[in-house]
């Protein structure tokens, strides 16, 4: 009788031993996929951020991509280049959600001459953001916007404003890597900016860079420079 009991006795401890190893695996097996399922989560949140075209520098298929009609597409094509965000406004039809619209595509703004109200056309702008982009007025370098406005915003923040603003550079003193902040100007047209330096006229920048873009090119990068007197 008292074997009976003990052998029992084993037989249910080793029973309970079992449970609570499986239920100790189960959790920990539990733990892990839900770690991995957080982590796959995270990594599905890391989405690049969206491109916002210029409209002066968007080839057709890139117009064509971000579902504007084709009436819309042919007129941006025929009036380009748009010497301001307002230009290109202009033609935005009434019935058109801006904010959407504006998040793929814009005409970036001068941030030194760019009314305060306009800064409010750019998605995400509201009455005190573009009062902070006047504030520090006159900017002198793409630098000073981010060190600036980086008070208030984060980096990430900062990068998509710069999708939609440029600060004007000095054709005789700006550094390369402030002209190559210039919307659509890469290392061949920096140079070209550079070989030509001093200049003393704006007519010998049109001169000198028309030699290597058209006409619309050309009065579209004019926009993006100076001459200090």
Request: contains cysteine; proline residues 4%.
């Amino acid at each position: 009788m008292k074997i009976a009991q003990l052998f029992f006795a084993v037989f249910a401890l080793s029973l309970i031993t079992f449970s609570c190893q499986t239920s100790s695996d189960e959790g920990q097996n539990e733990n892990a996929n839900t770690e991995q399922t957080e982590n796959e989560a995270d990594t599905g949140e890391e989405t690049a951020p969206a491109t916002v075209f210029n409209a002066n520098l968007a080839t057709e298929a890139d117009l064509n991509k971000i579902g504007l009609s084709s009436q819309m597409v042919a007129q941006i094509l025929e009036e380009r280049p748009f010497l301001t965000m307002n230009d290109f406004d202009a033609i935005v039809s009434p019935e058109e959600n801006r904010d959407e619209l504006y998040a793929k595509i814009f005409v970036p703004f001068n941030l030194n001459t760019t009314a305060e109200a306009d800064f409010k056309m750019i998605p995400g702008v509201g009455d005190r953001m573009a009062h902070e982009f006047e504030e520090y007025r006159p900017y002198t370098s793409i630098q000073q916007f981010r060190r600036e406005i980086g008070k208030y915003v984060d980096e990430a923040e900062v990068a998509r404003y710069e999708n939609y603003v440029f600060v004007p550079v000095e054709l005789n003193s700006a550094s390369e890597a402030d002209i190559k902040a210039l919307p659509g100007v890469g290392d061949r047209m920096a140079h070209e900016f550079e070989e030509y330096r001093p200049y003393t006229s704006m007519e010998q920048f049109r001169k000198e860079i028309g030699k290597y873009v058209d006409d619309k090119e050309l009065a579209r990068l004019e926009r993006l420079v100076y001459i200090k007197e």
